[in-house]
């Protein structure tokens, strides 16, 4: 049987602006991050890996095959790009031009995320490009998913004839941004500004390998600076959605007519004059869509404002499905909620409080993890 990797050929087919990729932040240049499986030739002959991308409004993009090894990403930043296996044997069934993978029972969706797109770094960085490592450990015929981990990470810089090597992957953040820690050798820390003595280390530590926060691109994570609503969304939602979820929602408002389709009054998917869509807006999209934010009365969402206590309380027990119900005040439900998990930072002090990057990471983990044995303020303490 044939060998082979397959993955898509780039086709833009929309109308739409391709200068979007073209602009930058500020003092920012963008490096492209690809993805490659570091075993794909020892397995091609069993399991067969699919790349399958969809640009806005689910247009299909196009496949390609070729042998393995070679790393891919997605062509375009609004196309939505799923990775999935399949046995060998079953390989032939792609040739077809109308092949829809969602609709194959024996086309499995990748565990985990692949990282993968455009990340923005300084532009006095020498970062030229990152290649994120992947093995394939099998397909899981029960669960019907084909099983992968992150290996390794390669950065390339400027007048270095090797790339450095570091353990994990770079995940690119929806604002561009991506973790690149300033200082190899800071590595033993969790975050640069994060280390043993920190009160959050074991809270950023465990919500770091899970995936859920990743912190600045400098390596930081600024656990005392407060956190914006816009912040606190992207983290609870993509905590608890998976990527399809968070690629549909944007897709389904990106296909509107004009793209000027608004989930708030000043949360907009405007892409007309060569504007882009807010970089939040797929995660208050989806949560919007689950429920667990609503907005104010005016129809804004106020992205910019800090989160204080007792909002950030009612959007992560509504995400994690806590049962609450109507009480006066209005926010004593949630807090209550988190008070029985003993999920209240002592830190916190009173109801209005606006809460710190590292407060809603200690809040976040208590409740993910099932820590119940920390010391928690309660409803009764706070002001």
Same mark, same amino acid.
Request: hydrophobic share 35%; glycine share 8%; net charge negative.
């Given at each position: 049987?044939?060998?082979?990797? /397959?993955?898509?050929?780039?086709?833009?087919?929309?109308?739409?602006?391709?200068?979007?990729?073209?602009?930058?932040? =500020?003092?920012?240049?963008?490096?492209?991050?690809?993805?490659?499986?570091?075993?794909?030739?020892?397995?091609?002959?069993? /399991?067969?890996?699919?790349?399958? !991308?969809?640009?806005?409004?689910?247009?299909?993009?196009?496949?390609?095959?070729?042998?393995?090894?070679?790393?891919?990403?997605?062509?375009?930043?609004?196309?939505?790009?799923?990775?999935?296996?399949?046995?060998? &044997?079953?390989?032939?069934?792609?040739?077809? =031009?109308?092949?829809?993978?969602?609709?194959?029972?024996?086309?499995?969706?990748?565990?985990?995320?692949?990282?993968?797109?455009?990340?923005?770094?300084?532009?006095? &960085?020498?970062?030229?490009?990152?290649?994120?490592?992947?093995?394939?450990? @099998?397909?899981?015929?029960?669960?019907?998913?084909?099983?992968?981990? =992150?290996?390794?990470?390669?950065?390339?810089?400027?007048?270095?004839?090797?790339?450095?090597?570091?353990?994990?992957?770079?995940?690119?953040?929806?604002?561009?941004?991506?973790?690149?820690?300033?200082?190899?050798?800071?590595?033993?820390?969790?975050?640069?500004?994060?280390?043993?003595?920190?009160?959050?280390?074991?809270?950023?530590?465990?919500?770091?390998?899970?995936?859920?926060?990743?912190?600045?691109?400098?390596?930081?994570?600024?656990?005392?600076?407060?956190?914006? @609503?816009?912040?606190?969304?992207?983290? /609870?939602?993509?905590?608890?959605?998976?990527?399809?979820?968070?690629?549909?929602?944007?897709?389904?408002?990106?296909?509107?007519?004009?793209?000027?389709?608004?989930?708030?009054?000043?949360?907009?998917?405007?892409?007309?004059?060569?504007?882009?869509?807010?970089?939040?807006?797929?995660?208050?999209?989806?949560?919007?869509?689950?429920?667990?934010?609503?907005?104010?009365?005016?129809? &804004?969402?106020?992205?910019?404002?800090?989160?204080?206590?007792? !909002?950030?309380?009612?959007?992560?027990?509504?995400?994690?499905?806590?049962?609450?119900?109507?009480?006066?005040?209005?926010?004593?439900?949630?807090?209550?909620?988190?008070?029985?998990?003993?999920?209240?930072?002592? &830190?916190?002090?009173?109801?209005?409080?606006?809460?710190?990057?590292?407060?809603?990471?200690?809040?976040?983990?208590?409740?993910?993890?099932?820590?119940?044995?920390?010391?928690?303020?309660?409803?009764?303490?706070?002001?």
């Amino acid at each position: 049987m044939k060998k082979y990797l /397959i993955i898509p050929i780039i086709l833009l087919s929309l109308g739409v602006h391709s200068a979007f990729a073209d602009i930058l932040p =500020p003092g920012k240049k963008a490096v492209q991050v690809c993805a490659y499986f570091t075993n794909a030739g020892e397995l091609l002959n069993d /399991i067969a890996v699919i790349g399958y !991308e969809t640009a806005p409004g689910g247009d299909r993009v196009g496949l390609s095959q070729f042998m393995g090894f070679e790393c891919f990403g997605p062509g375009y930043k609004f196309n939505h790009y799923s990775v999935f296996g399949m046995p060998a &044997s079953n390989v032939k069934v792609i040739d077809s =031009p109308t092949y829809v993978p969602q609709a194959d029972p024996k086309a499995y969706r990748t565990n985990i995320a692949l990282e993968m797109g455009t990340m923005y770094v300084p532009t006095t &960085s020498t970062l030229e490009s990152v290649k994120n490592a992947y093995r394939i450990v @099998r397909l899981d015929s029960a669960n019907e998913e084909l099983i992968v981990e =992150p290996v390794k990470t390669e950065k390339s810089y400027a007048g270095e004839s090797t790339p450095v090597i570091v353990e994990g992957k770079i995940t690119v953040l929806a604002d561009g941004d991506a973790t690149e820690p300033s200082d190899p050798k800071q590595s033993d820390k969790v975050f640069t500004d994060v280390d043993a003595n920190s009160p959050y280390k074991e809270a950023l530590t465990y919500l770091k390998e899970q995936g859920i926060v990743s912190g600045y691109a400098d390596g930081s994570f600024k656990p005392g600076n407060t956190i914006n @609503r816009a912040e606190f969304t992207k983290i /609870i939602a993509g905590a608890v959605s998976t990527e399809t979820e968070l690629n549909d929602c944007m897709a389904n408002y990106a296909s509107q007519s004009g793209f000027m389709a608004t989930v708030f009054t000043d949360v907009a998917f405007a892409m007309v004059g060569g504007n882009e869509p807010d970089w939040f807006f797929n995660y208050v999209c989806v949560a919007k869509q689950k429920g667990f934010v609503g907005g104010y009365k005016d129809g &804004s969402f106020k992205p910019s404002q800090n989160i204080n206590f007792v !909002e950030a309380a009612k959007i992560i027990t509504a995400a994690l499905g806590y049962k609450t119900s109507t009480t006066t005040p209005w926010y004593r439900t949630y807090v209550d909620q988190l008070d029985a998990k003993n999920a209240i930072p002592t &830190s916190i002090k009173s109801f209005n409080q606006n809460i710190t990057r590292g407060e809603m990471a200690e809040m976040m983990y208590r409740l993910k993890a099932g820590v119940t044995n920390m010391t928690s303020a309660h409803y009764s303490d706070l002001k």
